[in-house]
């Protein structure tokens, strides 16, 4: 088991925290808030204008930055890391650049029934504006995609039907939010362009890079969307990456400052990809920052990362069904290793927001809602649920007081 609770400061702020809620955010180590502060009390400037010595400094942190994250999710090249406010921002960008210039009436727009309202809505409207068909996959009975079928731990996929030659975008989450399933995304974007080389694929990885190895070269998609609040990084920062052949034909996203190359009355000029997607002034603390997280991550290895999160995951459910077997409902794979560090749940007859109240009496903090993921919820037939979602400063203890709240808010409710 990993034991990093001492390079989370918040935990020597409040040490009864046992925070189960790093689906939604995750918590930030030492080292990455050192890094913002020393931008904020050493070099604050801003990028890519100024010559003197602090604008230079920030330029080149900001700059390594996009080298440490193409490197950490195996761009072919720099240009393809545009940095965003997050996940959401990174879709919507390509929705509205790429997705409203190619799309046209009967074109075809491909999500899932468990993408997060990010990676739904974004395309529902983008469908609703151009005339395309908006087309859902949905789920089979073990909450992973319908189109996918495990046998003796053998893959096997169908998307006959679901991708055709019409369907110009696919877009699809490769780790859930709500249920924790790992979609193969690798094997159905390579069988989605079989049918169709010409279909622009987008993986929302919100849930996946904060958790395990992302390679974008072996996913082979086009455009990848994660934040970096959810891998200890600052909020209001992300990561698009988009392949360059690609990013090099859109159309600019916002139009202002540093995406330029010349304005005249009678037109303007654009800057290269990635500048042509970041206008104005970004986050520059928190992309200086964000490399902070990933060498944190690195350094402590994402086999470990998994392995520790797999065993924290087991250990949940295991308590769960032990302590109160039929009166939980849990929702998500059966095969842990079809899983990330999600655990969600409901109990007959109590409602989730009321758990989570009496949890956070006891300084436990864990998730009651829709998530985010409404149509999901619509397809489990209840309104919310209860979700624990576990990271690496989290430990056996944490589920240990999970569970005793757990018997507390059920003693009480019931
Ligand atoms: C799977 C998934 N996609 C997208 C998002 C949106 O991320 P952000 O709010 O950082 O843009 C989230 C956030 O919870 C998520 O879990």
Redesign the pocket.
Known sequence: MLDLKKDFPIFHTHPDLIYLDS???SLKPQSVIDKLHEYYTDFTANIHRGIYKNAEKATEEYEETRKVVAKFINANRLEEIVFT???????NLVASTIGLDSIERGDEIVVSRM?????FVPWQQLAFQTGADYKIIDLNDKYELAVTNYENGKLSLDLSGVITKKTRIMAL?L???TLGTINPLKEIIAEAKKINPNIITVV????AVPHMKVDVQQLGCDFL??????MLGP?GV?VLFGRFELLDKMSPYQYGGDMIRQVKIEATTFNDVPHKFEAGTPHIAGVIALKESIRYLQNIGFEAIRRHEQDLIKYALQALSHEFSDEVMRYGPQDTGHMGGIVTFSFKGLHPHDIVQILDEENIAVRAGH??TMPLHDLLGVPATTRASFYIYNNENDVDKLIVGLKKAVKILK
């Open positions: 689906a939604a955010t406010r997050g996940t959401t921002e990174g879709i993408e997060h309202h990010s990676n989450t780790v859930s939010n929302d990885a919100a849930q969307a994660f934040s970096g609040h959810k909020t992300g998530h985010c």
